[in-house]
């Protein structure tokens, strides 16, 4: 009689324990979809806005980059800052010399970024 009672439940409670498993297991890799979704756009919308700022050469696609540069950092490991500010800074100086050399290897740095994989911590 004991049996009969307690193999459903601890049926129950093992399924439970598992559902919830597997329901955490969701969350995390939605907000890890999420996470890498926003990463490409901001990687992408700075491409457009800085490859634009370095095309035409003029105050509205300045302003349009001051207002996505700032965006990618959360993105991106320390090492990769310090190069991402002195691009900012050749462009907002005007340096477009400075600016334009340094542009192609951000372009290869970010887009290697955009390749890797975001992990899900156990």
């Known amino acids: ?6 193999g459903p439940i601890i049926t129950a409670l093992i399924t439970n324990k598992h559902q919830l498993k597997l329901r955490e297991l969701d969350i995390k890799q939605a907000a890890l979809d999420n996470y ?3 990463r490409f756009k901001a990687i992408n919308t700075f491409f457009e806005k800085a490859g634009r700022c370095l095309s035409f050469l003029d105050e509205e696609s300045i302003k349009d980059f001051c207002s996505v540069h700032h965006c990618i950092y959360q993105y991106l490991p320390t090492d990769f800052w310090d190069e991402l500010d002195t691009f900012y800074n050749a462009v907002i100086a005007y340096k477009w010399d ?8 951000i372009v290869r740095s970010l887009s290697d970024i955009l390749k890797e994989k975001p ?4």
């Open 98 to 105: 400075i600016a334009q050399n340094l542009y192609p290897l």
């Open 119 to 122: 992990q899900l911590n156990p």
């Open 1 to 6: 009689m004991t049996g009969t009672i307690a």
């Open 36 to 38: 890498e979704q926003n």
